[in-house]
């Protein structure tokens, strides 16, 4: 069975920092496009993030440009997000999502496979 799980999430003040990480089960994780995904309540879903399966394409929302880095290590069937100077409006449940394509270019839509999700908050 194909799983993502994503750890990492908490409580942390503003300007503080957490790295997220999202975890493959039953599938090999450089196969496939991974995306960060978040919704905050009251909200749609946000792309924030993707990384190509090499690594080579990224993308960012401007919404986090500059403060959040993706990455990967597919020896460790894992892609991480790095959240640093973090803002209360970024208090959100975030996603990470698999995209199975031939492209070498990550976007952030037609993702086949969801984790559940982890909260961040972000609060004083």
């Known amino acids: 069975q194909l799983q993502l799980v994503e750890s990492g999430g908490g409580l942390v003040q503003p300007g503080g920092s957490l790295r997220l990480s999202c975890t493959a089960s039953g599938f090999t994780l450089n196969y496939y496009h991974i995306g960060w995904f978040r919704q905050a309540p009251g909200k749609e879903r946000e792309g924030i993030s993707c990384i190509s399966r090499s690594g080579g394409s990224t993308n960012y929302a401007d919404s986090v440009k500059g403060r959040f880095t993706i990455s990967r290590d597919n020896a460790k069937n894992t892609v991480y997000l790095q959240m640093n100077s973090l803002k209360p409006e970024d208090t959100a449940i975030y996603y990470c999502?698999?995209?199975?394509?031939?492209?070498?270019?990550?976007?952030?839509?037609?993702?086949?496979?969801w984790g559940q999700g982890a909260q961040v908050t972000v609060s004083s």
């Open positions: 999502a698999a995209r199975s394509t031939v492209s070498t270019i990550c976007t952030m839509n037609s993702y086949n496979y």
